[in-house]
């Protein structure tokens, strides 16, 4: 199947009309699709709808932070996505029709037991896509491709949204929740009246295009600095023989035609028209910058770029809008699905709304110095949800390093109890909780949940471990314990607390998390 034509569903069939679903997602970009997936392999009935007639073209935004590819690696994406990517090259500065100087703009960092993914990987967001788009298909998951949310109501029941196909057929569709992830320029948050505030940028147009080009080695990131202001740069794209170009240049109204790429190219560069060979996909994009107030209205949810807007500076926007979805889809899991109380939906604006305006300072600062340095501070293994009200931290005199609730899980490899080489990661993967029990803290399982959908105990060391930390990398992530550790499905620490009262600690967090009819039945 060519995944970025998708032509076999462009003509699938609207829903009946009164169809119900769980969740309505409006957007199938990364948010949407990252949403989807995590969704779907939950049994939670989703359905997601785009307007565009296929996949967005385009490389757009190519980098993948660690953080993100930890989120893949759980979505059961991150081997094809590793195998279409690649690393970025280093910069090469032109001057009078050679290169000037050559520098490491991103920064290269060697990988750790407990970061496996240590640097920014560089995927076209096109292919980013596709590769999100084949995996929902395998859980199960649908787009109505062609298909338009055009209004909605809600009340206390949920969400009744009206989808019209581009061939003018309408439908209702009834879901419990709606959750927009349909860009900037959202249809839902502007129906909502949910307003969006930020900082100004520099007025600037950037013409972006996915070019061919002959006569340039594809062994750099190839920058021009224009001196009236302004760039224009060149990056291959990895999997592909295709450049990225980027035209940032003083101009009132710069134009995307073929023809017109190929003469800006040509202007702000020592390459001739001719050589830019063919241009597959060009756009004109102005950088803005914002937030919207408030992450939840009712039943309706925003993500992504319906929530927040950056400058591309430091690779930051596309992979905060992932883990958004990332943010989201286990709560509604919970909620749909395991009876949690619909309170816990209120924490998705708690945690990630500080996120986005952490990111939103950040990007912008680096859009307004234009330094091109870009180190591991992007990598977005920082985050975490230590004011989070689902975070509870009871232990004490913890050592200087310790993770702490709130933070993010890390790796660690070790050996499963018969000697089979493992790491943390594969505990964690899915889409249920982990309990770390590290160093045997006689937690009684008897008070915990059956089901290994909802919770898996994870016994590290003790009289009968599931895993032994053969070097000692789990004592060096975690501590030396005795301790519990409850790991969310996102792959932060929600709990932790020694081994003292360990059981009733545990039990009692999982109400919140699980809801109260599951704590109560496993007890």
């Not at 180190?375 to 977005?380: F, P, S, T, V």
């Not at 409850?486 to 607390?497: E, F, S, T, W």
Request: proline share 7%; charged share 25%; hydrophobic share 40%.
């Amino acid at each position: 199947m060519e995944l970025n034509n998708v032509k076999d569903v462009f003509d699938a069939p609207l829903p009946d009309d009164g169809a119900a679903v769980d969740v309505l997602i409006a957007g199938a970009g990364p948010t949407g699709l990252a949403l989807g997936i995590d969704l779907a392999r939950r049994g939670v009935r989703t359905l997601i709808v785009e307007r565009q007639d296929r996949l967005s073209p385009g490389a757009r935004g190519t980098g993948l932070q660690p953080r993100t590819q930890e989120v893949y690696d759980d979505l059961g994406v991150l081997d094809a996505v590793r195998a279409a990517g690649g690393l970025y090259p280093k910069m090469a500065r032109w001057e009078n029709g050679r290169i000037a100087e050559v520098s490491e703009m991103i920064e290269r960092v060697d990988p750790t037991p407990a970061i496996p993914h240590a640097n920014t990987l560089m995927v076209p967001q096109f292919r980013n896509q596709e590769l999100l788009y084949e995996r929902l298909l395998e859980l199960g998951g649908e787009v109505l491709f062609r298909t338009e949310l055009t209004a909605f109501d809600q009340d206390s029941a949920g969400v009744t949204a009206r989808l019209r196909h581009a061939d003018g057929a309408e439908r209702t569709v009834h879901g419990a929740y709606l959750v927009a992830a349909d860009g900037g320029r959202s249809t839902v948050r502007r129906a909502l009246g949910t307003k969006m505030s930020g900082p100004s940028l520099e007025p600037v147009a950037v013409v972006l295009a996915d070019v061919r080009v002959d006569g340039l080695d594809r062994d750099h990131w190839h920058r021009w600095f224009l001196p009236q202001g302004g760039f224009a740069a060149l990056l291959p794209l990895a999997g592909t023989d295709h450049f990225q170009a980027l035209v940032a240049a003083p101009s009132d109204s710069p134009d995307t035609s073929p023809e017109a790429v190929r003469a800006l190219l040509a202007l702000h560069t020592h390459l001739g028209a001719e050589q830019i060979r063919e241009v597959l996909w060009s756009s004109l994009f102005r950088p803005k910058a914002g937030m919207v107030d408030a992450y939840r209205t009712g039943r309706v949810f925003l993500a992504g770029d319906a929530a927040h807007i950056h400058s591309p500076a430091g690779g930051q926007g596309l992979n905060t809008s992932v883990q958004d979805a990332y943010n989201l889809g286990w709560k509604l899991g919970q909620v749909l699905r395991h009876g949690a109380p619909d309170t816990l939906l209120d924490t998705y604006e708690a945690e990630r709304r500080p996120i986005a305006a952490r990111i939103l300072d950040t990007s912008t600062r680096l859009h307004r110095s234009g330094d091109l340095r870009r180190g591991r501070d992007l990598h977005q293994l920082d985050i975490g949800y230590p004011e989070s009200p689902l975070t509870q931290e009871l232990r004490g005199d913890l050592a200087e390093g310790t993770p702490v609730a709130g933070d993010r899980a890390p790796d660690a490899p070790c050996s499963t109890a018969d000697g089979k080489p493992t790491r943390l990661f594969d505990a964690f993967r899915g889409p249920h909780f982990a309990l770390l029990d590290l160093g045997g803290t006689g937690i009684d399982d008897s008070a915990l949940p059956a089901d290994p959908a909802l919770l898996r105990l994870v016994r590290v060391g003790g009289p009968a471990p599931d895993l032994i930390d053969t070097d000692g990398h789990i004592r060096d992530a975690y501590g030396p314990g005795p301790a519990v550790l409850l790991i969310r499905p996102d792959g932060y620490l929600a709990l932790a607390a020694p081994a003292k009262d360990a059981t009733a600690q545990i039990t009692a967090a999982l109400g919140t998390y699980l809801g109260a009819g599951t704590a109560a039945a496993a007890r």
